[in-house]
């Protein structure tokens, strides 16, 4: 099943609620929340109290991605907020504090995610396989909305849905960055089951039918 996750960058922050609930009735099925930090990626976007006030105001599954370092000072509370899927850098900490946050996330009862940026192997993600329900793979460089679609991470892409076949077919392969209607197709070739889409879905003459493009078997 192809799933749809607009990333709420491209929103309006303003109407914040609104147009995440439009999005879901639009057919989305995740909001992707970016949570940046200033160190991890040179930008800064969002917290706490945006995962909460997004719970507590819709009904959409929060797809919660941390770019931030040592995200296992924070897991839990992110958690607590509200995060439905919470993603944390395999680059943003060691092995043995990324699998404890990961582990945090899972007490929790929250589905437990990974992501690799683009100079980060497919290899990476092995010592985790066990412990995710979804692998985001960046097919842009983390930190800015409106990036080009890097196509040559198509390759790794292919290898993590080989790994997740094998070792975990019940995780989500999900991409970020640069997707839209023709890039989509190229993720769900190789082997991608959710887009996220910032830029392409806000500015969709008719988002409705962008949603349905894009989750198109």
Known sequence: MIKLSPSILSADFGNMARDVNAMHKAGADYA??????????????????????????????LDVHLMITEPLRYVERFCDAGADILTIHVEADTEEHT????RRIRAK????????????PA???LPYMDLVDLILVMTVEPGFGGQSFMEDMMPKLRQIRAYIDEMNPSCELEVDGGVNLKTAEICKQNGANVLVAGSAYFGAADREAFAASIKAE
């Not at 929340?33 to 006030?53: E, Q």
């Not at 699998?99 to 990961?102: D, I, N, R, Y």
């Not at 009862?109 to 980060?120: C, D, L, N, R, Y």
């Open 123 to 125: 290899e990476a993600v």
């Open 32 to 61: 992707h929340v970016d949570v940046m930090d200033g160190v991890f990626v040179p930008n800064m976007s969002m917290g706490f109290p945006m995962v909460k006030a997004l719970d507590q105001e819709t009904e959409i599954v």
């Open 109 to 120: 009862g929250v589905k437990a995610a990974i992501s690799v940026k683009p100079k980060t």
């Open 99 to 102: 699998k404890e946050a990961l």
